[in-house]
């Protein structure tokens, strides 16, 4: 494996340039090679079975495209298959964003009661939960399923006035329970932040857990020997299974600057798949193609 390869990340949509951010930020000199998945999104509503198909598909796709290593950016995807891609591709680290997320909340918590804004399959799996007591057994956590805010995202509506009321409703459970530390389950969140904070007000800490992942992708990096040389120059890939211009246009006003070529690829998945998936997206996915 090259030092020079890139690291693969990987989400249903656009959230995942959230992780992206975060990791360039923290590893300029890293390439990343980055896939959203948008003729399947929302996972979040999707069963456990599927998500873990399409997460292990992709991550084969990442490696062999040349990844060094693999960050879900996708709490539905590190809560349903992170174990299983684990054990079947050995040879490379490949990490989730949910330990890294459970780790920063406890450290600010303080003790307190733990919310978590997450999507719906990301609540009934419970991941939150199970990572959260297991670190810290008599630590309080509160779920709250936020089946609307992806496609608010997906669909360039995060400074709206539906986006500000889908918030309002789903933190008011959490805020009314105590919490004072509130986590953002699901990669798409960071970009309601504006709508978020104006809600909880300034005294809750909202942990975005991209920051951490992106330090312990760093650390994983840097204790393998595979940080890229200081010197490097950078070459990102991104591709989407939806519409590339969509993906572009989208991706670049959420992260603020331009994103460059966005190519599609199928990962592997049969060509009639996406075509008949494409054409019945209306009824079963919410993007624009
Ligand atoms: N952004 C992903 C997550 O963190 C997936 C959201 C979705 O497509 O429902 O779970």
Redesign the pocket.
């Known amino acids: 494996m090259k030092i020079n390869a890139p690291v693969g990340i990987f989400?249903?949509?656009v959230?995942?340039l959230t992780v992206v951010k975060r990791v360039l930020e923290k590893l300029p000199n890293e390439s990343a090679l980055y896939l959203g998945?948008q003729i399947?999104?929302?996972?979040?509503?999707?069963t456990a079975d599927e998500i873990r198909a399409f997460a292990l598909g992709i991550t084969d796709f990442l490696i062999r495209g040349g990844a060094k290593m693999v960050i879900m950016?996708?709490?539905?995807?590190?809560?349903v298959a992170l174990e299983t891609a684990v054990e079947r591709f050995p040879r490379i680290p490949i990490i989730g964003?949910i330990e890294a997320g459970a780790r920063a909340a406890l450290h600010t918590a303080h003790g307190g009661t733990i919310g978590v804004l997450?999507?719906?399959?990301?609540v009934n799996s419970g991941a939150y939960t199970n990572i959260l007591t297991s670190l810290t057994p008599d630590v309080r956590v509160i779920q709250q399923a936020c089946p609307r805010?992806?496609t608010i995202v997906?669909s360039d509506m995060c400074d709206t006035a539906e986006a500000d009321d889908a918030v309002r409703e789903y933190v008011e459970p959490l805020l009314s329970a105590g919490c004072r530390t509130i986590v953002l389950?699901?990669?798409?969140?960071p970009f309601l932040m504006r709508a978020i904070r104006a809600a909880v007000g300034p005294d809750v800490t909202i942990i975005d857990p991209a920051e951490e992942t992106a330090i312990e992708a760093a650390n994983i990096l840097f204790d393998a020997g595979m940080l890229n040389s200081p010197h490097a120059e950078p070459a990102h890939a991104c591709f989407t299974t939806g519409s590339p211009s969509q993906f572009a246009d989208l991706g670049g006003r959420l992260i603020g600057r331009p994103m460059g070529e966005v190519q599609k690829t199928t990962w592997g998945i049969e060509l009639q798949e996406i075509a008949w998936q494409e054409k019945t997206a209306g009824q079963t996915t919410r993007f624009a193609l």
Do not use: I, K, L
Not at 73 to 79: G, I, K, L, T, V
Not at 118 to 122: M, P
């Open positions: 989400d249903s949509g959230g995942g998945d399947h999104v929302p996972y979040g509503e999707r950016a996708c709490n539905m995807s590190s809560a964003v997450a999507t719906t399959g990301t805010f992806v997906e389950g699901c990669t798409h969140y």
